[in-house]
Structure formats: C-alpha cells, structure tokens
C-alpha cells in the first residue's frame, strides 16, 4: 500500500531510488568481503586491483617537469627587443668644386702655372677682361689634381661669360634707345663684385656663386688640360 503523502511532501522522486541505486552498483545492507570494518566513522575503500597509476608519480602531475634548463628563455615582454643598429646612411663623396674652396691661400707654387697659389686664386677675378684670360689659362696648364686652382678659373670663366652677355644684351639696348645708362650700371655693378671677389679669396673664405655652379663644373670638367 502506498504510504499517504501530506501536502507539505513535495519530494517528486521515487522513495524507492536510493534502495535501487544501490541494487545497480551492486552495494546491500551488508558489508563486502573485501572491505573492512575500522574503529572510527570512516571506512577503508576497497583497494584497485592494480597500482600501476601510483607507481609513476609522473603520471598525473598537473605539469612536465624538466630537470635541464631550457636552451633559451621565452622573451619577456616587459623587456623592449634588441634590434642591429641601422646601416650608415650613404653620403656622396664631394665634387672636385666643392672641395676645400674656404682655405686661406699659400706661397706655395702651383703645378703647371709656376705661380704662389695666393696669386693663382684670385687671377680670375681680375678686371678689366685680364680675369679672363687668366681663367682660360689656367684651365689649360693647371692640373686636375690643383682642385682649388682649377675651381676658381672654372668659376671666374663662367662669371667673365656671363659679364660679356649681359653686356652685349645693354649695347644692344643703347644701339635701339640711345641709352647707356642701364650698361655703365652694369659695369659699376660687376667691377664692385669682382672686387670683393678677390678680398674672399684673398682671406680664405667661401666664394661659390650659386648660379655658376653648373656651368663651372662643366668648363672644369671639359677643358682638359695640356700634358
């Protein structure tokens, strides 16, 4: 007969669950053989048939160990990587114009010329059209390896061309309008920059007009001079 149920029972399971839980994994009301009862609350489990997880006490650790060290660590990321430093930046080597142009003159004689170096400098700037030819000869007997003699005379040649164009633009100009106020202007103008020409030279200091560079470096390029 089923046993009556107050309305305070609200267990939905079956009462019987527990007697056949323990019917299918074979445990009863009475003790097994292989277990033995001790003194206390507690009873000893029946012991596995083999030992053999237990006896390699490597088997279940949570992790592998290594008795050697590891070759190399694990970088950390708190420690910034070490990077080969950046290959030199290439620079070009000067041109034979730019080379120590800002050097006080010398007494020493130039090759070819014959002339102190002091001379030899500033013999392009000269007016009065001697610059000019002083230029040219130098280029013709100075020697590629006279690289400040030959830079000056490349460069007052290419002043002295430019001198004679625009002089000829202003004799053109008086030929048309009767007027040479613009060309004796003009010659004031170019006199006063072949004078303070030589007084840098002179002294050593930097002398390279911008817009004759190129030409310069052609006409030192070009005019090769006499073996």
């Known amino acids: 007969m089923e046993p009556k149920k107050s309305k305070y029972d609200t267990n939905p399971l079956d009462p019987e669950v527990a007697h056949k839980t323990d019917e299918v994994w074979g445990e009863t009301d009475q003790i097994p053989e292989a277990t033995s009862e001790l003194w206390g609350a507690t009873q000893s489990v029946k012991q596995p048939v083999t030992e053999s997880p237990r006896a390699n006490i490597h ?4 992790t592998r160990r290594y008795d050697n060290p590891l070759d190399a660590a694990y970088p950390s ?3 910034p990587p070490t ?3 950046p290959p030199e930046v290439y620079q070009p080597p000067p041109q034979p114009f730019q080379q120590p142009m800002a050097m006080r003159p010398t007494s020493r004689h130039v090759e070819g010329l014959g002339l102190q170096e002091r001379w030899a400098l500033i013999l392009p700037y000269i007016p009065g059209y001697i610059g000019l030819v002083a230029a040219i000869i130098e280029l013709l007997l100075t020697p590629r390896k006279e690289i400040r003699v030959r830079g000056h005379a490349a460069q007052g040649l290419a002043l002295w061309g430019s001198i004679i164009a625009i002089q000829l633009l202003f004799q053109a100009i008086h030929t048309i309008t009767g007027s040479g106020v613009g060309g004796n202007l003009f010659g004031f103008a170019y006199n006063v920059f072949l004078i303070i020409s030589i007084i840098r030279v002179w002294q050593g200091q930097t002398h390279r007009i911008a817009p004759l560079t190129e030409p310069a470096d052609w006409l030192n390029k070009h005019i090769e001079p006499r073996r």
Request: glycine share 0%.
């Open 83 to 85: 990077y080969a430093p």
């Open 59 to 62: 088997s279940e650790a949570p």
């Open 77 to 79: 990321v708190f420690v």
